[in-house]
């Protein structure tokens, strides 16, 4: 098994539906560009209010993926 090398990349995803919609949806959008992603981190997570319900959530993460030879 060869030893990897990984770069990451933060992203920000938003959903007015929920935290993992927002994940996946960043993660779907940069998979179009990004190959080999392998891993991701959450490092923040926010919500708006709007008349005291969460109306849209925003999650920021890091993506690693392996670099090509």
């Given at each position: 098994m060869p030893n990897n090398i990984y770069k990451?990349?933060?992203?920000?995803?938003?959903?007015?539906?929920?935290?993992?919609?927002?994940?996946?949806g960043a993660l779907a959008r940069a998979?179009?560009?990004?190959r080999n992603i392998?891993?991701?981190?959450?490092?923040?997570?926010?919500?708006q209010v709007d008349s005291g319900?969460?109306?849209?959530?925003q999650v920021t993460l890091k993506a690693g993926f392996t670099l090509e030879d």
């Open positions: 990451h990349i933060e992203l920000t995803g938003t959903s007015s539906v929920s935290i993992e919609d927002a994940v996946q998979s179009k560009t990004v392998r891993w991701m981190q959450i490092t923040e997570t926010r919500g319900k969460v109306v849209q959530w």
